[in-house]
């Protein structure tokens, strides 16, 4: 099972992670299913930027992005080469290490 190393973020996850996720799960499910509580204000449906991640190692181990995802990351707060959708981005075998950003587009989050 391809393992998943989240960097320290100051909210989600203060220490960082490292989590085993199986093959073909998303980096958002993955991340839930480990109570990591990445916004994903569309439910996961690809409809907004909220679960934005940057992969810093094994981007191109992911699932491959669709014109749909591009499009929404587009609009992601600090966007860059190696951005995501984290409930689009589909693991395969490899490892990966994801960040994520400080912000998100949504200004006003609900309590979990």
Not at 20 to 48: F, K
Not at 89 to 104: C, H, R, W
Request: proline share 5%; aromatic share 4%; net charge negative.
């Amino acid at each position: 099972m391809p393992v998943i190393t989240v960097l320290p973020h100051p909210e989600y996850c203060p220490a960082g992670a490292r989590l085993e996720a199986a093959s073909g799960t998303s980096v958002c499910e993955a991340l839930l299913e480990n109570d990591i509580a990445i916004e994903h204000a569309c439910e996961m449906s690809c409809a907004c930027t909220t679960c934005h991640v940057v992969v810093r190692q094994g981007f191109d181990s992911l699932g491959e992005m669709d014109e749909v995802e591009e499009d929404l990351l587009d609009r992601a707060w600090g966007l860059e080469p190696q951005s995501r959708l984290s409930c689009q981005a589909i693991l395969a075998q490899q490892d990966v290490t994801v960040e994520i950003p400080k912000y998100s587009i949504n200004h006003a989050k609900e309590k979990r």
